[in-house]
């Protein structure tokens, strides 16, 4: 219908078979030229007959195509839908994604007629070579242009190009025009569909086809494969072996390559057992297992320690016939723990091994000596190898059946150098990796970048910039790996200037700093008091084109607060806010402390609920900071408030929450709502932990209650948590403030005896002065002092030295609540 006149005329039978040898030569003859007089001649001979007998027997893809091309711009004659799809049989076979295109496009805008089985043939041809777009705007092109009129075979073959994707929304509408038509489902409807789900990791709807399969009986080996491959990639094995069982209680059987892609799935989700299993059952159903199973599997057995089995398999391999490889040697050398296995191994190696083997099963033997501690010996060998001596000659009892020598290799050298590196033995490497330039070994990026990490990590980074310079001049580009190597060693080391000339090569480069150097140097820059340096680095590294992250900017303005720049770490948080940046909780958290630090708590009020509003959800930390503000600055109502709001919010507060509660409702004078806190505190599971003994004690002293805080005071040194000396002074200067003397100098005896009492330079020192010079102005407790003070425990105190200073409880807090309270939260 598209190919009238002379290209659908019959020529005899001995006319086509002439004429058709006549093209194959001229086409494959060389040199070949279009201009050929002989071809010109055949020209007017051509018909679709010819062109399509022509295109099946041309051997070359290329050729094929030029005969193709050429016939279509010969006068009078147009290609039909035998000519198109022999084309686009031979283009898929050879896998030529781009003249296949333009085949379908020309085939729609030479608007030819196909048969329903042509079209599908064409289909199939796209969708084997992943063209399933292709194929789908083919079918649609044809079917609107009235080229062809689609049946349910048309419509499987384009189901079949679609399983080739993930498409699952395609295939569900052409099922559903399926339906339309009133086509129904077969197993050539049904297995794409299958294929479909499976690609798309959608499991329970390839089940659900599956189980239709099945249900209509037109289950087979093929589904069966599709879906256990699919368990096995997703990880599912126990399904695929299931699946497996279910197909042998339906006489169908696994096929040799779905039994080898399983076995490698199994052994990739490290289900030895599994892939044990199937392996049997490969041998029993009469497959021999090539070298590349057995490796798979031993290589398997020796990554999971599993040596004993792992030995079992390669003396089968060898009884079976099968002749192990290097690779598989290998594995099971690197993997011997004891000398008996290892020589055991060697000895049976040696034999008929080329250079190239010999090479790899010595690199094999200095892992195993590696991983079993004995990196010495390793080293011994590589040295022997270098000077071209025979490596039995070293002191290793494994070698002594092998003579010979061998030549290292780069992987001799980085097996050793790199553990010689892990060990620290940081000379041994650098002279092995000098050794390689003497017997003319390749050095490669990974060696490069191991010794210059090893060097930075040991501060040697003057060394490691000459490797960086060795590494440059033999033609390799340094790595991400490489600059940060350095660039971490300029950030430990606090070089600035330094530092930032790495980052400016990482631009060069198209590298990034790390971020975890780049904020090590920024906190150490502010620890040691360069601060404003650090604020500098960070401008310098924008400026070059690097954004730093919020952790960087948070680091910053922590070290801004440390020194009380409390506005310049607010200006720099503005900054970055206008700048895109989106803080994050520990951000605000930092400016926060910092603000409650200076008594700024409404501020730092104003934070949360900034934070809030832009949907950060306050952690546990920040509510303990805004309690422990609201508690400093006697807002303690504040502060209780927000301990219920932490429940309503699922944020379960924790002892540091109690005890800055403990804390502030003793010096806000309500010791009983304290002391309620602190028993709701142990009924939640809230563990009171030294600081918070400390807290309540001081705070009920300072509320005179000094009995009660020596009940405390006794439970805490019943669970071993040892009290600073402050407690023991406020607890001396509460009792003699209530004139309980002797309960006083119970506390002083105690300090005494475990070796609490204050050094001279101690703040507390002249509290307990006056305390003991009291303590020896009343009756009760006068000889007692005096004891003490005989046996040299207490040192004797002069009242001229101590004046009428008799105020002790107002002396009371030589150690602040608020620094320690401070440390813990």
């Not at 011997?336 to 040696?350: D, I, R, V």
């Not at 009380?564 to 770490?569: F, G, R, V």
Request: hydrophobic share 40%.
């Amino acid at each position: 219908m598209c190919t009238k006149s002379r290209s659908s005329s019959a020529l005899p039978s001995s006319d086509v078979v002439h004429i058709t040898n006549n093209f194959i030569s001229i086409f494959t003859r060389q040199p070949f030229s279009l201009n050929n007089p002989e071809l010109i001649n055949l020209a007017p001979k051509l018909n679709n007959k010819v062109v399509e007998t022509v295109l099946n027997n041309l051997k070359s893809w290329r050729v094929a195509h030029v005969f193709f091309v050429w016939a279509s711009n010969q006068h009078g004659y147009k290609h039909n839908m035998y000519t198109y799809n022999a084309m686009a049989s031979i283009l898929s076979r050879a896998r030529q994604n781009a003249p296949l295109r333009i085949l379908a496009n020309d085939v729609v805008s030479s608007r030819c007629f196909m048969s329903p089985g042509a079209l599908g043939f064409l289909v199939r041809c796209l969708g084997s070579v992943g063209l399933v777009e292709e194929a789908n705007m083919l079918f649609d092109q044809v079917q609107m242009m009235g080229l062809c009129s689609p049946n349910s075979y048309t419509y499987n073959c384009l189901l079949e190009a679609i399983s080739k994707s993930s498409s699952t929304d395609l295939v569900e509408m052409r099922l559903k025009e399926m339906r339309d038509f009133g086509w129904g489902y077969d197993k050539y409807t049904l297995t794409p569909l299958l294929k479909v789900y499976c690609n798309s990791g959608l499991f329970d709807k390839a089940l659900s086809v599956f189980n239709e399969i099945y249900d209509r009986g037109l289950v087979d080996q093929h589904v069966f494969c599709i879906l256990a491959l699919s368990f096995s990639k997703w990880g599912e094995i126990d399904k695929a072996c299931e699946l497996i069982q279910r197909m042998e209680d339906c006489n169908n059987r696994l096929n040799e390559k779905t039994f080898c892609v399983l076995i490698h799935g199994f052994v990739k989700e490290n289900r030895m057992d599994k892939a044990l299993l199937l392996f049997d059952k490969m041998e029993k159903s009469g497959f021999s297992p090539d070298v590349s199973v057995y490796d798979v599997i031993i290589g398997g057995l020796c990554k999971n320690k599993e040596l004993e089995k792992a030995l079992k398999l390669y003396s089968e391999m060898k009884e079976s016939g099968n002749k192990p490889d290097g690779g598989i040697l290998s594995k099971l050398i690197s993997s011997c723990s004891s000398e008996q296995e290892l020589t055991q191994l060697l000895n049976e190696s040696w034999e008929d091994m080329d250079v190239k083997t010999m090479a790899l099963l010595c690199n094999s033997f200095m892992s195993a000596l590696v991983n079993s501690g004995s990196v010495y010996k390793a080293y011994n060998i590589l040295q022997a190898m270098i000077r071209g001596e025979s490596i039995a000659d070293v002191g290793a009892d494994e070698l002594l059946r092998f003579k010979g020598t061998v030549s290292p290799n780069t992987t001799s050298f980085s097996i050793v150098i790199d553990n010689l590196l892990r060990d620290g033995k940081l000379d041994l490497a650098l002279g092995l990796f000098r050794d390689m330039d003497k017997i003319g070994c390749k050095k490669n990026v990974l060696l490069y970048n191991n010794l210059i990490d090893g060097l930075c990590n040991s501060n040697r980074l003057e060394e490691s910039y000459e490797i960086l310079k060795a590494m440059e001049d033999s033609g390799y580009e340094p790595t991400n790996f490489t600059h940060n190597a350095i660039y971490g060693c300029l950030c430990r080391r606090q070089d600035v200037g330094g530092a930032l000339d790495i980052v400016r090569k990482m631009r060069v480069h198209g590298h990034e700093p790390w971020m975890k150097q780049s904020t090590l140097l920024v906190k150490e820059l502010c620890k040691h008091g360069k601060v404003m340096e650090a604020c500098r680095y960070l401008a310098d590294i924008v400026q070059e084109g690097f954004l730093p992250d919020i952790g960087l900017y948070s680091a910053a303005m922590g070290g801004l607060i440390n020194i009380q720049e409390m506005n310049l770490a607010l200006e720099l948080f503005r900054d970055i806010c206008a700048r895109g940046y989106c803080p994050d909780v520990v951000a605000y958290n930092i400016l926060m402390r910092g603000l409650c630090k200076a008594q700024r708590v409404a501020e730092a009020q104003d934070l949360w609920n900034e934070m809030t509003m832009k949907g950060l959800v306050p952690s546990v930390v920040t509510y303990n900071l805004m309690i422990d503000g609201w508690c400093k600055s006697g807002d303690i109502d504040q502060a209780v408030l927000c301990l219920s709001q932490m429940f309503g919010k699922e944020r379960e507060p924790n002892v540091i929450t109690y005890t800055s509660l403990i804390d502030g409702l003793c010096n806000a004078g309500r010791p009983d709502d304290a002391l309620m806190l602190w028993n709701e505190m142990g009924g939640k599971g809230c563990a009171p932990n030294r600081v918070a003994f400390m807290a309540l004690i001081y705070g009920l002293c300072k509320c005179d209650r000094p009995k009660e805080a020596l009940v405390h005071f006794r439970s805490m040194k019943e669970k071993r948590m040892k009290p600073d000396i402050y407690v023991y002074v406020v607890l001396i200067s509460a009792f003699l403030s209530d004139l309980n003397s002797p309960l006083a100098f119970e506390i002083l005896q105690e300090m005494v005896n475990e070796g609490n009492f204050p050094d001279p330079l101690d703040k507390n020192y002249q509290i307990v002065r006056v305390a003991i010079v009291k303590l020896s102005e009343d009756t009760r407790t006068s000889p007692l002092v005096k004891n003490l003070i005989t046996k040299g425990s207490i040192p004797a105190i002069n009242l001229s030295d101590v004046g009428t200073e008799a105020a002790v409880s107002s002396e009371i807090g030589a150690k602040s609540l608020e620094v320690i309270c401070q440390k813990h939260i």
